[in-house]
Nanobody
């Protein structure tokens, strides 16, 4: 599975962005997908995850109520809708996929990673 993240950019606090993670590979539709982010000088942290069929969603406390993860398996794409962005959301955002996930919040649980997309939030 190869993943391509896109949709990052420069926005002001309070604005919205939608990130996309497009995948290639026949097994993608059977994979859970997660989003992580890594801010300057920080460790990579879990943001959100979605099961292969979208029946369960998981969010970090810091983004609950503001971010929404969704997927369209017909397009091999997972989205991260980010609303009410804050300066502390500024980071490089990565998508990841795995056929089986233990601790979704742990980066080591994910098999496949895309390159990151930069999100910059000005105050």
């Amino acid at each position: 599975v190869q993943l391509q993240a896109s949709g990052g950019g420069l926005v002001q606090a309070g604005d919205s962005l939608r990130l996309s993670c497009v995948a290639s590979g026949r097994t993608f539709n059977s994979c859970a997908v997660g989003w992580f982010r890594q801010g300057p000088g920080k460790e990579r942290e879990f943001v959100a995850a979605i099961t292969w069929n979208g029946d369960r969603l998981y969010y970090a406390d810091s983004v609950t109520g503001r971010f929404t993860i969704s997927r369209d398996n017909s397009k091999n794409t997972v989205y991260l809708q980010m609303n009410s962005l804050k300066p502390e959301d500024m980071a490089v955002y990565y998508c990841a996929a795995a056929r089986r996930v233990g601790d979704a919040a742990s980066a080591s649980a994910w098999e496949y990673w895309g390159q990151g997309t930069q999100v910059t939030v000005s105050s």
